[in-house]
């Protein structure tokens, strides 16, 4: 047996503000809500092969770079198309010392989370 990834959790400043746009980018729905926590989610709900988003009200503040970031494809669109579909849905454009060679574009979520854009998967090893 193994394990898979079942969850990724955010912390943030507004769960609410960050719903609305992991919802818009990964085409998510809210699964559910506590007090502090919104988990976002495909439209199947829970157990399928995508990992739920779950973010968490945390009000203090974020020391250094995250340790895990999300990458993100596009599934019925160009790179380019998805590029402006993001930064329409509220994404911005973050510079961590790219060369502008890259296939990728790194952006960041409303609360400057970065996350990449790729231009497409790696090819399986």
Wanted: proline share 6%; charged share 30%.
């Amino acid at each position: 047996m193994a394990c898979r990834i079942s969850e990724l959790v955010l912390h943030c400043h507004d769960p609410e503000v960050l719903a609305r746009f992991w919802c818009e980018v990964l085409d998510y729905v809210e699964l559910g809500r506590e007090e502090d926590v919104i988990e976002l989610g495909p439209r199947e709900g829970f157990g399928g092969p995508q990992p739920t988003l779950v973010l968490i009200r945390h009000d203090a503040p974020q020391k250094g770079q995250l340790k895990l970031h999300i990458d993100v494809n596009a599934t019925d669109r160009d790179q380019d198309a998805e590029l402006e579909r993001l930064l329409a849905a509220g994404a911005v454009r973050a510079d961590i010392g790219q060369t502008g060679e890259e296939s990728w574009h790194v952006l960041a979520d409303p609360e400057g989370n970065e996350f990449c854009l790729l231009k497409g998967r790696i090819a399986p090893v």
